[in-house]
């Protein structure tokens, strides 16, 4: 008599799994999932772990959560230096700590909010670290500004990052354009600036994956960056469930300059997508050679 109900009650919860990477002279895996139910999210990306809670009213949502990371840290683990990985900069990262905000909804699409964390940052050598950053609390409130259409959007966060080391004021935005047509530009437009910054609260800029200001090409966080401006631009070949996408990417951060140029396919069959990417960057040198290049593979499934 117990098993329906029980059956009944896993049927509330939908799943997701992701597994990938972007490979290049210092590859780095994906391995994600995640179970949701109503506004619950229990997940687990790569490294991190997350409980978070969401609730959506006519006039806007707001959401908490707890997140702990467990090595990378923005890839610290990693570094990069001069084109190379530099594992004298390299160290592991840890943190823990709670999140949260909320947004209102205002006319024809836009919407304003808050959202803020506090985390404890711990850092441990590894065997060639030449030297170990201070462990530090950070308290990050920000201010969040917004709109959202159907073909493109923008989105802007203002805050300061304060702890122990340092006090970092800075502004970040994002503008997007996507329109649902078959064949349709894809325009990404990202910038910001700050001060104070650190291993913590720089920008990790270069790579072919949803976790960095993207430029193909480079490797996945090439560069740590305070100030900077990116676009990435290109047709984009809707088929249904598929896509397929060459881009153009272009930056310009901290006195420096870099460009790329790549593709993307994605592929949707059922509940599962495909995600392919390759791209070269012309001017980034690389042993033996003056261009960089990387590839980026991703599966999900839905369930």
């Known amino acids: 008599m117990l098993l329906f109900p029980t059956l009944a009650l896993a049927s509330d919860w939908s799943y997701r799994a992701e597994l990938g990477g ?23 990306i ?19 959560a707890g997140r702990a990371e467990f090595g990378a840290v923005g890839l610290v683990s990693t570094r990069w230096v001069d084109g190379a990985p530099s594992p004298e900069a ?19 699409g836009t919407y304003f909010g808050a959202q803020a964390s506090l985390r404890y940052y711990a850092f441990v050598a590894l065997p060639a670290t030449a030297a170990v950053a201070d462990d530090r609390p950070v308290a990050h409130p920000e201010a969040l500004l917004g709109w959202w259409t159907e073909p493109a959007d923008l989105y802007v966060r203002a805050g300061v990052a304060v702890s122990t080391v340092a006090v970092s004021p800075g502004v970040h935005g994002v503008f997007r354009l996507h329109p649902a047509w078959r064949l349709a530009p894809w325009l990404e437009i990202r910038a910001g600036t700050a001060e104070n910054t650190d291993l913590v609260t ?22 740590w960056v305070e100030d900077y401006a990116a676009v990435r631009v290109g047709p984009r070949l809707n088929l249904g469930a598929h896509w397929l996408a060459p881009v153009l990417d272009a930056a310009t951060f901290d006195g420096q300059q870099a460009w790329g140029t790549g593709g993307y396919v994605h592929l949707g069959v059922k509940a599962w997508s495909f995600d392919l990417a390759a791209g070269i960057a012309p001017g980034l040198d690389r042993p033996g050679r003056s261009w960089a290049g990387s590839t980026y593979a991703k599966v999900a499934v839905d369930f």
């Open 90 to 108: 390299s160290q592991l990262g840890f943190y823990a700590g709670p999140e949260g905000g909320a947004v209102w909804y205002g006319p024809k």
């Open 22 to 44: 972007q490979f290049e002279a210092a590859s780095h895996g994906i391995a994600n999932f995640a179970a949701r139910r109503k506004g619950l999210e229990l997940a687990l």
């Open 46 to 64: 790569t490294d991190t772990l997350q409980v978070r809670y969401e609730a959506s009213r006519d006039r806007g949502r707001w959401w908490a």
């Open 202 to 223: 720089q920008v990790r800029l270069g790579g072919l994956n949803e976790y960095v200001v993207p430029l193909a090409g480079a490797a996945w966080a090439e560069f």
